[in-house]
C-alpha cells in the first residue's frame, strides 16, 4: 500500500498515517499546480483531522544536477510552506453533525480558511484550498505484492484484486497559481514532499512522503538485509528531514536499499540494475533523495510518474511534468522500473485504474465511498 | 479500587506541573474517530465482511472506548467478539492474543495465559506476548517475573510502552521514586499525538500518588488525563472523589451523580453513597448504595472474578456487608496474591470480627 501504515506509529494513530501524496499540474487549467495530501487509511465517515498535527507540503526549486548512471537532483535551500492546521470540531452541521474548520497557511503570506467537506474550499491570492473525506485514489494489490516479496517470484495476476477497493481517507487539496505564489524566478523543476508533524513548541515529524511505496515496498523487507536484518527502519525514516537526512541512520538506509532493490532487480530472472564495485544500486541515491520532482513547464500526460527520473538515468530530456497524476498506475511504473529497468515488458499489478479515477477539476479526488467494504479485503 | 485518601494536602493549581506544550489530538476528535472506527468495522462485522486482522483490530477499539468512557458493557462486547473470533479463526494467534487481552480484563488470568501460550504456538509475535504476559503477572502479584519481562522489552525498545510498564510494576510495588523516574522517562519518549497513550499513563501516575496519600501530585496527573481526554471516567471519577476530599463536595458530587447515571460500573455510585453519607444526606446516599450494590450483584453473578476487590470494598463501605465483604475479599485473592489484595483481606477480616488467614 502506497504509504499505508508505513510504520507503527501511522498504525498506532491512523489520523497523522499520511496515505499518499500526488503532484501534478492542473490538466484544464495551465499556470495551476496542484497538491494533494491524502491521510487516514480507510478512513471511517465523520473522520476528523487532528487539530495536534500540522499537514504540510514544503516545496523547494530544485534542477537536474547530473544524467546517466549518477543522475542526481540539486535542490535549492530556497523553500515554501503550505500548512494546514484543524480546530477541534464544534457542533452546528446538518442533523447535528459536528463542523470542523481548518487554515491553510502559506510561507509566502497568504492565509486561507476551509470548513472540511466543503467541496468548494477557501481561497486566497494564488491559493486555493480543500480538506475533506474522499475516496482513496490509490490502487494496488497488497496480497500479490505480499506474496511476490514471500516467494520472491512475481506474483501479480491479472486481473489483480485491489485491496483498496473502495476504501476512504482524508484529503488536503492545494491548487496553487504558479507565477503568483512562486514568482517567476525560479527554474520549472520543483521538489515536494509531504509532512505530518506534530504541533506547538516541540515539533516532530511523525511522517513524510516524497515517492509512493519507497518505505512499504523497497525499505519494508528485511530479510535481505545483513546489516540489519531485525530493524524496523521506517518509522526512523519516517522522521528525516527529506531535504537533508542526518547522519545517524544514513547507513542503515543505505544497506537496506542495497539490499531490497536487487530482489526486486532478480524477479524477472536478469539483472537490469548491476551494482558497483561496493555493493551500491544504481537507484539507491536517487530513490533517497525521497521527494516528487515535477516541472510545471511540461504537460500532464498519463504515465508522467518518475519520468523525469526515468528519463535523467537515460540521459534525455523528459517530456512530461513527472509528478505524480491521481490516475497514474503508478505501482506498475515504479515495478518496472526496478524489475527491468523499462528494458522488458511492462510489469503490471493488473488493475489499471482507481475505484473511481480522478476528476479533471477541482478537487480532483472524487468524493468518498459511503459504504466502503472492509479494508484490506481482495476486491476484483 | 478506589485508594484510600489518606491526607488533606494543600492543592496548588491543577495541572500546573504538567507542561502544557506537549500537544495530543483533542479528546473530542479521539474519540469521535475512535467510535467512527467502531460504528465502520461493527457494520462489517455484522454484513459478515470483517477480515480475522479486522476482527482482532475491532475487538481492540471497543476495548479502548470501554477504558475510556468506563464502559463495562464493552468489555464485554470485547470478550464476545473474542471468543467468536477464536471459535472461527481457531489457527490465528491474533485470534488467540484478542481472547486473552479480552479475558485478562475480565481477570481469567489463568485462560488468558494459556491463550497466549496458543498464540505462541500459532507464531504471533513473542514480543507482544511477552507484553501481556508481564501485564498479567503483574496483575496477579508475580512481580518478579514481570519485572523480568518488562526489563527485555525495556532493552529491546525503550518506548512510552516498557517503560510505562517498568513504571506501574514499581508505583505497585510501592518503589515512588523509581517509578516516577520511569514515568518520567516514558512520557519524554512519547512521539505520537494520540491523547489515548498519554492520558492513561498519566492516570496511572496520578493512582499512584492517590494510593500514597499525595492529593496533590494525585490531583496534578489525573487532571492532566483528564484534560487530555475529557470523556476519561475513571480520571473524572478519581478526580471528583480528591475534590471531596478537599472539601470542594458539591462539585465532586455533581460529577459523581453524572458519572454514575452514565457509566455501567458502579465504582461511581459507590462513591456517591459513601460521601453522600458522610455527608448526613442518608436518603440520597441509600438510593445510590442500593444501585451500587444491585449492579454489583449483577457482576459479581457474570464476572466474579473481575469485580471481587472493588465489590468487597463497597460491602466494607457503602454496602456495610463485612461478610459479604470477606468472602469476595477471599475470592480476590484466590485470583491474585498482590499486596493489595491480602491488604483488603485483611481488612474485611477485621472488619467481619475475625483474622483471615492470609
Same mark, same amino acid.
Given at each position: 500500500?502506497?504509504?499505508?501504515?508505513?510504520?507503527?506509529?501511522?498504525?498506532?494513530?491512523?489520523?497523522?498515517?499520511?496515505?499518499?501524496? +500526488?503532484?501534478?499540474?492542473?490538466?484544464?487549467?495551465?499556470?495551476?499546480?496542484?497538491?494533494?495530501?491524502?491521510?487516514?487509511?480507510?478512513?471511517?465517515?465523520?473522520?476528523?483531522?487532528?487539530?495536534?498535527?500540522? +499537514?504540510?507540503?514544503?516545496?523547494?526549486?530544485?534542477?537536474?544536477?547530473?544524467?546517466?548512471?549518477?543522475?542526481?537532483?540539486?535542490?535549492?535551500?530556497?523553500?515554501? @510552506?503550505?500548512?494546514?492546521?484543524?480546530?477541534?470540531?464544534?457542533?452546528?452541521?446538518?442533523?447535528?453533525?459536528?463542523?470542523?474548520?481548518?487554515?491553510?497557511?502559506?510561507?509566502?503570506?497568504?492565509?486561507?480558511?476551509?470548513?472540511?467537506?466543503?467541496?468548494?474550499?477557501?481561497?486566497?491570492?494564488?491559493?486555493?484550498? =480543500?480538506?475533506?473525506?474522499?475516496?482513496?485514489?490509490?490502487?494496488?494489490?497488497?496480497?500479490?505484492?505480499?506474496?511476490?516479496?514471500?516467494?520472491? *517470484?512475481?506474483? =501479480?495476476?491479472?486481473?489483480?484484486?485491489?485491496?483498496?477497493?473502495?476504501?476512504?481517507?482524508?484529503?488536503?487539496?492545494?491548487?496553487?497559481?504558479?507565477?503568483?505564489?512562486?514568482?517567476?524566478?525560479?527554474?520549472?523543476? =520543483?521538489?515536494?514532499?509531504?509532512?505530518?508533524?506534530?504541533?506547538?513548541?516541540?515539533?516532530?515529524?511523525?511522517?513524510?512522503?516524497?515517492?509512493?511505496?519507497? *518505505?512499504?515496498?523497497?525499505?519494508?523487507? *528485511?530479510?535481505?538485509?545483513?546489516?540489519?536484518?531485525?530493524?524496523?527502519?521506517?518509522?526512523?525514516?519516517?522522521?528525516?528531514?527529506?531535504?537533508?537526512?542526518?547522519?545517524?541512520?544514513?547507513?542503515? +538506509?543505505?544497506?537496506?536499499?542495497?539490499?531490497?532493490?536487487?530482489?526486486?532487480?532478480?524477479?524477472?530472472?536478469? @539483472?537490469?540494475?548491476?551494482?558497483?564495485?561496493?555493493?551500491?544500486?544504481?537507484?539507491?541515491?536517487?530513490?533517497?533523495?525521497?521527494?516528487?520532482?515535477?516541472?510545471?513547464? *511540461?504537460?500532464? /500526460?498519463?504515465?508522467?510518474?518518475?519520468?523525469?527520473?526515468?528519463?535523467?538515468?537515460?540521459?534525455?530530456?523528459?517530456?512530461?511534468?513527472?509528478?505524480?497524476?491521481?490516475?497514474?498506475?503508478?505501482?506498475?511504473?515504479?515495478?518496472?522500473?526496478?524489475?527491468?529497468?523499462?528494458?522488458?515488458?511492462?510489469?503490471?499489478?493488473?488493475?489499471?485504474?482507481? @475505484?473511481?479515477?480522478?476528476?479533471?477539476?477541482?478537487?480532483?479526488?472524487?468524493?468518498?465511498?459511503?459504504?466502503?467494504?472492509? /479494508?484490506?479485503?481482495?476486491?476484483? | 479500587? #478506589?485508594?484510600?485518601?489518606?491526607?488533606?494536602?494543600?492543592?496548588?493549581?491543577?495541572?500546573?506541573?504538567?507542561?502544557?506544550? $506537549?500537544?495530543?489530538?483533542?479528546?473530542?476528535?479521539?474519540?469521535?474517530?475512535?467510535?467512527?472506527?467502531?460504528?465502520?468495522?461493527?457494520?462489517?462485522?455484522?454484513?459478515?465482511?470483517?477480515?480475522?486482522?479486522?476482527?482482532?483490530?475491532?475487538?481492540?477499539?471497543?476495548?479502548?472506548?470501554?477504558?475510556?468512557?468506563?464502559?463495562?458493557?464493552?468489555?464485554?462486547?470485547?470478550?464476545?467478539?473474542?471468543?467468536?473470533?477464536?471459535?472461527?479463526?481457531?489457527?490465528?494467534?491474533?485470534? $488467540?492474543?484478542?481472547?486473552?487481552?479480552?479475558?485478562?480484563?475480565?481477570?481469567?488470568?489463568?485462560?488468558?495465559?494459556?491463550?497466549?501460550?496458543?498464540?505462541?504456538?500459532?507464531?504471533?509475535?513473542?514480543?507482544?506476548?511477552?507484553?501481556?504476559?508481564?501485564?498479567?503477572?503483574?496483575?496477579?502479584?508475580?512481580?518478579?517475573?514481570?519485572?523480568?519481562?518488562?526489563?527485555?522489552?525495556?532493552?529491546?525498545?525503550?518506548?512510552?510502552?516498557?517503560?510505562?510498564?517498568?513504571?506501574?510494576?514499581?508505583?505497585?510495588?510501592?518503589?515512588?521514586? &523509581? %517509578?516516577?523516574?520511569?514515568?518520567?522517562?516514558?512520557?519524554?519518549?512519547?512521539?505520537?499525538?494520540?491523547? $489515548?497513550?498519554?492520558?492513561?499513563?498519566?492516570?496511572?501516575?496520578?493512582?499512584?500518588?492517590?494510593?500514597?496519600?499525595?492529593?496533590?501530585?494525585?490531583?496534578?496527573?489525573?487532571?492532566?488525563?483528564?484534560?487530555?481526554?475529557?470523556?476519561?471516567?475513571?480520571?473524572?471519577?478519581?478526580?471528583?472523589?480528591?475534590?471531596?476530599?478537599?472539601?470542594?463536595?458539591?462539585?465532586?458530587?455533581?460529577?459523581?451523580?453524572?458519572?454514575?447515571?452514565?457509566?455501567?460500573?458502579?465504582?461511581?455510585? #459507590?462513591?456517591?453513597?459513601?460521601?453522600?453519607?458522610?455527608?448526613?444526606?442518608?436518603?440520597?446516599?441509600?438510593?445510590?448504595?442500593?444501585?451500587?450494590?444491585?449492579?454489583?450483584?449483577?457482576?459479581?453473578?457474570?464476572?466474579?472474578?473481575?469485580?471481587?476487590?472493588?465489590?468487597?470494598? $463497597?460491602?466494607?463501605? &457503602?454496602?456495610?456487608?463485612?461478610?459479604?465483604?470477606?468472602?469476595?475479599?477471599?475470592?480476590?485473592?484466590?485470583?491474585?496474591?498482590?499486596?493489595?489484595?491480602?491488604?483488603?483481606?485483611?481488612? &474485611?477480616?477485621?472488619?467481619?470480627?475475625?483474622?483471615? %488467614?492470609?
Amino acid at each position: 500500500m502506497s504509504d499505508h501504515a508505513s510504520g507503527p506509529r501511522a498504525v498506532a494513530d491512523p489520523v497523522v498515517d499520511i496515505t499518499d501524496m +500526488y503532484v501534478f499540474p492542473s490538466p484544464e487549467r495551465p499556470g495551476i499546480l496542484v497538491l494533494v495530501l491524502n491521510v487516514f487509511p480507510s478512513a471511517p465517515a465523520g473522520a476528523l483531522f487532528s487539530d495536534a498535527v500540522d +499537514y504540510r507540503f514544503r516545496v523547494r526549486p530544485a534542477v537536474i544536477a547530473s544524467s546517466g548512471a549518477a543522475a542526481a537532483f540539486a535542490v535549492s535551500e530556497d523553500e515554501y @510552506t503550505f500548512n494546514c492546521r484543524f480546530a477541534a470540531p464544534r457542533e452546528g452541521g446538518t442533523g447535528g453533525q459536528l463542523v470542523q474548520e481548518g487554515t491553510c497557511t502559506a510561507s509566502t503570506g497568504q492565509v486561507v480558511s476551509v470548513r472540511v467537506n466543503d467541496e468548494q474550499g477557501g481561497q486566497a491570492e494564488g491559493l486555493r484550498v =480543500f480538506a475533506g473525506a474522499r475516496m482513496d485514489p490509490f490502487f494496488f494489490d497488497g496480497m500479490r505484492a505480499v506474496q511476490t516479496i514471500m516467494t520472491q *517470484k512475481l506474483a =501479480f495476476a491479472k486481473p489483480g484484486n485491489n485491496t483498496n477497493f473502495g476504501q476512504n481517507c482524508l484529503s488536503m487539496v492545494i491548487e496553487l497559481e504558479v507565477a503568483t505564489v512562486f514568482g517567476a524566478k525560479n527554474s520549472p523543476l =520543483f521538489a515536494v514532499v509531504g509532512e505530518t508533524m506534530r504541533a506547538g513548541s516541540i515539533t516532530i515529524r511523525l511522517e513524510r512522503f516524497g515517492r509512493p511505496e519507497v *518505505k512499504n515496498v523497497i525499505l519494508f523487507p *528485511k530479510g535481505f538485509d545483513a546489516v540489519n536484518r531485525d530493524l524496523e527502519i521506517r518509522d526512523l525514516y519516517n522522521q528525516e528531514d527529506a531535504f537533508k537526512l542526518g547522519p545517524s541512520y544514513l547507513g542503515a +538506509y543505505r544497506a537496506r536499499m542495497n539490499a531490497n532493490l536487487p530482489f526486486y532487480d532478480r524477479l524477472d530472472g536478469k @539483472t537490469d540494475w548491476p551494482l558497483d564495485a561496493n555493493g551500491t544500486h544504481p537507484l539507491t541515491e536517487l530513490l533517497l533523495a525521497d521527494f516528487m520532482v515535477v516541472d510545471v513547464a *511540461k504537460p500532464l /500526460a498519463d504515465h508522467s510518474f518518475l519520468e523525469i527520473e526515468r528519463m535523467m538515468l537515460k540521459g534525455v530530456t523528459h517530456e512530461t511534468c513527472g509528478g505524480r497524476w491521481l490516475n497514474d498506475d503508478s505501482m506498475d511504473i515504479l515495478l518496472t522500473t526496478l524489475v527491468n529497468a523499462g528494458n522488458g515488458p511492462p510489469v503490471s499489478i493488473g488493475i489499471g485504474q482507481a @475505484t473511481i479515477p480522478a476528476t479533471r477539476s477541482f478537487p480532483y479526488v472524487v468524493p468518498p465511498n459511503p459504504n466502503p467494504p472492509p /479494508a484490506g479485503r481482495p476486491h476484483a | 479500587m #478506589t485508594p484510600a485518601l489518606k491526607c488533606g494536602a494543600t492543592i496548588a493549581s491543577t495541572g500546573a506541573a504538567v507542561d502544557r506544550e $506537549f500537544v495530543t489530538t483533542a479528546g473530542v476528535i479521539a474519540l469521535v474517530n475512535l467510535q467512527a472506527q467502531i460504528d465502520g468495522q461493527e457494520r462489517q462485522l455484522r454484513a459478515g465482511r470483517l477480515t480475522t486482522p479486522g476482527r482482532v483490530e475491532l475487538v481492540d477499539l471497543v476495548s479502548l472506548r470501554g477504558q475510556v468512557l468506563g464502559r463495562i458493557s464493552d468489555y464485554e462486547r470485547a470478550e464476545e467478539l473474542a471468543e467468536q473470533l477464536v471459535d472461527d479463526a481457531p489457527g490465528s494467534g491474533l485470534a $488467540f492474543l484478542a481472547r486473552a487481552r479480552a479475558r485478562a480484563r475480565f481477570h481469567r488470568f489463568a485462560e488468558a495465559l494459556a491463550d497466549l501460550d496458543v498464540a505462541q504456538r500459532l507464531g504471533a509475535d513473542p514480543a507482544v506476548l511477552d507484553a501481556e504476559r508481564a501485564a498479567t503477572f503483574q496483575a496477579i502479584g508475580r512481580y518478579d517475573d514481570a519485572l523480568a519481562l518488562h526489563r527485555e522489552a525495556v532493552e529491546r525498545r525503550a518506548d512510552l510502552n516498557s517503560l510505562g510498564a517498568m513504571a506501574t510494576l514499581y508505583a505497585e510495588r510501592g518503589e515512588i521514586a &523509581a %517509578a516516577e523516574r520511569f514515568f518520567e522517562e516514558s512520557r519524554e519518549r512519547y512521539r505520537g499525538v494520540s491523547p $489515548f497513550p498519554l492520558a492513561f499513563l498519566d492516570f496511572q501516575r496520578g493512582l499512584m500518588w492517590l494510593a500514597h496519600g499525595d492529593l496533590h501530585q494525585a490531583r496534578v496527573w489525573l487532571a492532566d488525563a483528564y484534560r487530555r481526554l475529557p470523556y476519561y471516567a475513571a480520571a473524572a471519577g478519581h478526580l471528583a472523589e480528591i475534590e471531596a476530599a478537599l472539601g470542594d463536595t458539591e462539585a465532586a458530587l455533581d460529577q459523581l451523580r453524572s458519572l454514575a447515571t452514565s457509566s455501567d460500573d458502579p465504582d461511581y455510585a #459507590t462513591s456517591l453513597a459513601r460521601i453522600l453519607r458522610e455527608e448526613g444526606r442518608a436518603e440520597e446516599a441509600h438510593e445510590w448504595r442500593v444501585k451500587a450494590a444491585t449492579r454489583y450483584e449483577e457482576l459479581i453473578a457474570r464476572h466474579a472474578a473481575a469485580f471481587a476487590d472493588h465489590a468487597a470494598e $463497597f460491602w466494607l463501605e &457503602a454496602g456495610a456487608d463485612p461478610q459479604r465483604a470477606l468472602w469476595l475479599a477471599q475470592k480476590n485473592v484466590e485470583v491474585r496474591q498482590t499486596p493489595r489484595a491480602y491488604e483488603l483481606l485483611r481488612h &474485611a477480616a477485621q472488619a467481619s470480627g475475625g483474622a483471615a %488467614a492470609v
